[in-house]
């Protein structure tokens, strides 16, 4: 059996949704951004112009840059491209050799392409968490949340949900972040979700959830912790106004950091952090930009 072609239908929204069992609330210090299988194959099924998926791929896109912002941590499940029937085993019978036979459709959608920080894992099964180290990940980051957004939803999302459940991780299914086969199909993930292993939410919600918390400020001491692999000297004494490139920061380093506060949603330019190079200074950039 192959997937058939795919027609739009209307994506959820919050007056439609089911009602949740449980009133779990996300906590960026908690949770994870789960994309799930957004590889060109699989959106292939729907066509080029899908405003569904568009819409799809944008409400993922704003997750996963709040998520960035948090330092939320953000992986992706991809199927490989050369799979040996070994590998695939019963998926054979039900679907297959489906990328097999499409390598070149292997990457992900390109609006998606994942970021230097983030995971991705290699999807073996339809939960993401069967033949990867997703658990282990999530326990070492001490993240007990799993926000589940992708393709497809009553299959590799709803299972990962589900196992998720089982393994105390507390998943959530964006709603309008997902699409599936049809729109009965869809709301069945959701219906099952909602009353059996986690919650269902809006794009809108989450992101309102996801808000930045006071600890976010930057003080000396976390920014001396970022600095210290990237200093030659011992900061312990290093004063408000010392100048960081007595202590051995160089342009290369001061680069890498101003990429590295961008990815977090700071934006910092080289200019600004050379003209200025003291604690007080970036600490007074840092939080201003925070604060806008």
């Known amino acids: 059996m192959s997937i ?84 695939r085993a019963l998926l054979n019978d039900m679907w297959g050799p489906r990328l097999n036979r499409h390598p070149e459709q292997q990457q992900f959608v390109e609006p998606l392409a994942p970021a ?21 990940r999530l326990r070492e980051l001490k993240r007990d949340q799993l926000i589940i957004g992708g393709v497809y939803a ?36 959701l219906r099952y979700t909602a009353g059996r292993s986690g919650r269902v939410l809006s794009t809108e919600a989450a992101l309102a959830e996801l808000k930045a918390s006071d600890d976010r400020a930057w003080n000396k001491e976390k920014l001396l912790a970022l600095l210290a692999n990237a200093l030659d000297e011992d900061t312990e004494a290093l004063a408000d106004d010392d100048n960081l490139l007595d202590y051995g920061l160089d342009s290369v380093r001061i680069m890498s950091l101003a990429s590295h506060w961008r990815k977090e949603g700071h934006e910092l330019d080289f200019v600004a952090l050379v003209k200025q190079p003291t604690l007080k200074a970036w600490l007074t950039l840092l939080n201003a930009r925070q604060e806008a």
């Open 4 to 87: 058939p072609r795919l027609q739009d239908y209307p994506l959820p929204v919050p007056e439609t949704l089911p009602e949740n069992r449980i009133s779990w609330q996300l906590e960026p210090k908690r949770c994870a951004l789960l994309i799930h299988d957004m590889q060109n194959y699989f959106l292939n099924f729907w066509d080029e112009l899908s405003p569904m998926i568009r819409q799809v791929i944008a409400n993922l896109v704003a997750l996963r840059e709040r998520c960035h912002q948090l330092g939320i941590p953000v992986f992706y499940t991809a199927q490989p491209n050369h799979q040996q029937p070994e590998d």
């Open 116 to 136: 230097e920080q983030d995971t991705v894992l290699v999807k073996w099964r339809y939960s993401a968490f069967q033949r990867s180290d997703l658990e282990s």
């Open 154 to 189: 009553h299959i590799g999302c709803l299972t990962t949900a589900t196992d998720a459940f089982m393994r105390d991780i507390q998943p959530f299914m964006v709603a309008d972040a997902l699409a599936d086969f049809s729109q009965q199909e869809h709301e069945m993930a």
